[in-house]
C-alpha cells in the first residue's frame, strides 16, 4: 500500500507555479512530513474537522468532509458528532474526547486572510507541527463570518492540513486559494472533493467507491 515517502525539501510550489485543479480551487504550496512514512489510515477512523465561526459552515463542511473520506477507505467522522462545541473549541479539552473516541487521525480545512503569508518554514513552527498546537492556534485565529457576506467576490484562502493524533504530529499540508469566490459554502464543497482527490493520489486514500 502506498503510503507518504518524501522530503522536506520538495515541500513548498511557488504561488507562480500552482497548480490549477479546477476552475474555483488552485493549490499554492504543499507540505508533505518526512516521518509520514509508513502511516496509513485506511479502515481507521479519521475527524473531519471544519475550523470556523460560522457554524453552519461548519457542520455542512464536515459532514461533506466526512463523506468523502469514508468514500476512500476511511472511517469518516464529522468532528462536530465527537462533542460539544464548547468543548470542541478547546485543544485541552477536546484532546480528550478525541481520544475517547479511537480517533486515529484528522483533517482539517481552516479558511485564513488573504495576507497570510506561507514559506517553507511556516508548517514546522510550533503553531502547526503538532495537532494540539495548531487546534489551538487554529481556533484562535478563526474567521468570523458575517450573515450579510456568506455571498463573496473576494480571495478565499484555505489551509488544509493532515495530523497523526497517536503521533501528535503533522504529515500533510496544503494552501489553497480561490479568487473570485461568489459563495462560501458551494466554495467548501468544492475544496472538500478536491483535497480528497490529492490525498488519494498521495497514497493516504483509496480511490473512489464506484456504485454496483
Do not use: C, H
Request: aromatic share 8%; charged share 20%; glycine share 6%.
Amino acid at each position: 500500500m502506498s503510503t507518504f515517502r518524501t522530503t522536506v525539501a520538495t515541500l513548498v510550489l511557488p504561488a507562480m507555479a500552482a497548480i490549477t485543479l479546477s476552475a474555483a480551487v488552485t493549490f499554492l504550496s504543499t507540505f508533505k512530513s518526512i516521518n509520514a512514512g509508513g502511516v496509513t489510515f485506511a479502515g481507521k477512523k479519521v475527524a473531519a474537522l471544519v475550523i470556523t465561526a460560522d457554524d453552519s459552515l461548519r457542520v455542512a463542511g464536515e459532514e461533506s468532509l466526512a463523506r468523502e473520506l469514508s468514500m476512500r477507505g476511511m472511517q469518516g467522522v464529522p468532528t462536530y458528532r465527537i462533542a460539544p462545541k464548547e468543548v470542541l473549541a478547546q485543544a485541552e479539552t477536546a484532546k480528550t474526547w478525541f481520544e475517547r473516541a479511537q480517533i486515529e487521525g484528522v483533517v482539517s480545512l481552516r479558511p485564513v486572510s488573504v495576507d497570510t503569508k506561507y514559506t517553507p518554514s511556516i508548517w514546522v513552527t510550533s503553531n502547526y507541527d503538532t495537532l494540539w498546537g495548531y487546534y489551538g492556534y487554529g481556533y484562535g485565529t478563526t474567521v468570523v463570518i458575517s450573515p450579510g457576506s456568506r455571498r463573496l467576490e473576494a480571495t478565499a484562502v484555505v489551509e488544509t492540513t493532515i495530523y497523526s493524533v497517536p503521533r501528535n504530529e503533522l504529515l500533510w499540508a496544503a494552501v489553497t486559494q480561490s479568487t473570485n469566490v461568489r459563495d462560501l459554502p458551494q466554495f467548501m464543497q468544492e475544496l472538500v472533493k478536491r483535497s480528497v482527490e490529492v490525498l488519494r493520489e498521495q497514497g493516504l486514500a483509496k480511490a473512489q467507491l464506484q456504485p454496483k
